[in-house]
């Protein structure tokens, strides 16, 4: 069973600064995806940024950036110029890509970000 | 373009008793998934429906089951209520075909055991 972890239950950063949130993944799959979701405080989940694993490239959305690193089971998310409103909990999650588009999407425990003003 | 709805917002229950919950998927997705978010942790995946059946289903006791419609709706059902049932219920809906199945989630339903 493929595993998702958040070492990080709450960041703080400054506004205008940049910020770095942790996630590793546990699974024996070669073909999967990754993604960052943010749920605001009492607002609907949405997501940020997603990442193919067959894809060298680090996905970038804007302000939002990712490291991913297949060998090591790595991927981390990028916040710069960090806004008010990027206050949120963010959760990491993977999915399967085995053929069949019903794959379940397995999250970590999230992490908290403050934006201090 | 509606985006996924759920219904109730809120929800009180007593243990032992049963619960429904609704999700209308986004327009155009085929695929429902349920997922349930204690207070401070990450969603965990119930079940996912499609084609008016369960397709996946995550580590849950046989008390949750669930239905999807032909206009691809979908409920959640939960028997004898627990008081470790209370969570926020997402659902999230998606489209089969889509080669990563982005999910879209609905705003929840909040449900309180006492």
């Known amino acids: 069973a493929q595993t998702v972890t958040q070492s990080q239950p709450e960041m703080s950063v400054q506004e205008a600064e940049t910020v770095t949130l942790s996630c590793t993944y546990d699974?024996?799959?070669?073909?999967?995806?990754l993604f960052w979701y943010k749920q605001p405080p009492s607002r609907q989940m949405i997501l940020v940024i997603r990442q193919e694993a067959y894809k060298q490239q680090n996905a970038t959305e804007n302000r939002f950036s990712v490291n991913f690193q297949k060998a090591a089971k790595s991927f981390s998310l990028k916040i710069s110029d960090s806004q008010l409103g990027d206050a949120a909990m963010y959760f990491c999650?993977?999915?399967?890509?085995?053929?069949?588009?019903?794959?379940?999407?397995?999250f970590g425990t999230g992490t908290k970000l403050q934006v201090i003003p | 373009d509606a985006g996924v709805t759920q219904s109730p917002t809120h929800l009180i229950k007593t243990r032992g008793q049963q619960v429904t919950l609704r999700c209308s998927p986004k327009s155009g997705h085929d695929t429902v998934s349920w997922y349930q978010q204690a207070l401070g942790q990450g969603p965990q995946f119930i079940f996912q429906?499609?084609?008016?059946?369960?397709?996946q289903r995550g580590n849950f006791p046989d008390r949750f089951s669930g239905h999807q419609y032909p206009n691809y709706s979908s409920e959640l059902n939960v028997n004898a209520l627990l008081l470790g049932d209370s969570a926020l219920y997402l659902c999230a809906s998606s489209l089969v075909e889509q080669r990563y199945n982005e999910q879209f989630f609905g705003p929840g339903t909040r449900l309180t055991v006492l």
């Open positions: 699974t024996s799959e070669s073909d999967y995806y």
């Open positions: 429906y499609y084609e008016e059946e369960e397709r």
């Open positions: 999650a993977y999915r399967s890509a085995l053929s069949g588009g019903y794959q379940k999407v397995t």
